[in-house]
C-alpha cells in the first residue's frame, strides 16, 4: 500500500503543486493549504524534495493567524520532520540550525493549548516529535517522558499507529542507556 500511496502522489503532483498555487493568494484556503504542506514532509524527503517541501511549509506558516490550533501545530510537527536533523549536518548555514532550534522550542510551547483545546492528535504528535528531538539531543529522561505521554494520549485516542511510533522511541530510548532487558 505505501508503494501505491507513493506512486498516486508521484502520478499527481503537478496537481499537488497547482494546488498549493491556486491556494496561495487565497486566504479563505490558508488552513486548507497548510493542511496539505503538513501532509507531505515525508513525501517530499524520500522524493528529495525537501527543499521545494520547507519552501511550502515557510510560506504557508505566514498564514498562522488564518489557521486552526491543530493545523499549526501539525505544520511545527512537519517543520521538525523537514529540518530534524539540521543539528547533525554540519553544511548548513547558522540559519537553518537556529531556525530549527526556535521550531523546537515554539512546539514544545503548542503543547499545552492543544491540550486545553482539545486537540489531543495535535498534542500526541508534537509530544512525540519532541521527544523525538530530545533524544537526538541526547536528553533521555526528557524524551522518555514526551515519549510516555504521547503514547498514553495515543491509546486514549485509540491511534495504534501514534502508540507503536511513541513504543519505538521508547525501546530506542531504552537501548540507547542500556536499560533494555535480555
Known amino acids: 500500500k505505501h508503494r501505491q500511496a507513493m506512486a498516486g502522489l508521484d502520478d499527481e503532483y503537478s496537481n499537488i503543486r497547482g494546488a498549493f498555487e491556486y491556494a496561495r493568494h ?7 493549504r497548510l493542511q496539505m504542506a503538513a501532509a ?3 513525501y517530499w524527503r524520500l522524493r528529495g524534495r525537501l527543499a ?3 519552501a511550502w511549509l515557510h510560506e504557508t506558516m505566514d498564514s498562522l493567524q488564518l489557521v486552526s490550533l ?3 501545530a501539525l505544520a511545527k ?6 529540518n530534524g536533523d539540521a543539528n547533525f549536518r554540519w553544511n548548513l548555514n547558522l540559519s537553518v540550525m537556529q531556525e530549527s532550534v526556535r521550531l523546537f522550542e515554539e512546539a514544545q510551547t503548542l503543547i499545552a493549548p492543544c491540550l486545553q483545546g482539545d486537540e489531543q492528535q495535535a498534542a500526541a504528535m508534537l509530544m512525540l516529535t519532541v521527544g523525538g528531538m530530545f533524544d537526538y539531543h541526547g536528553n533521555f ?6 515519549a510516555t505521554a504521547a503514547q498514553q494520549a495515543f491509546a486514549a485516542l485509540g491511534d495504534l499507529r ?3 511510533v ?6 530506542r530510548l531504552a537501548m540507547a542507556q542500556g536499560n533494555l532487558p535480555v
Request: net charge neutral.
Open 26 to 32: 487565497k486566504p479563505d484556503l490558508a488552513d486548507r
Open 40 to 42: 507531505l514532509p515525508y
Open 52 to 54: 521545494e517541501g520547507a
Open 70 to 72: 491543530r493545523t499549526h
Open 77 to 82: 510537527v512537519a517543520l521538525l520532520f523537514v
Open 141 to 146: 529522561a526528557r524524551s522518555e517522558a514526551y
Open 162 to 164: 501514534g502508540e507503536q
Open 166 to 171: 511513541a513504543r519505538i522511541l521508547l525501546v
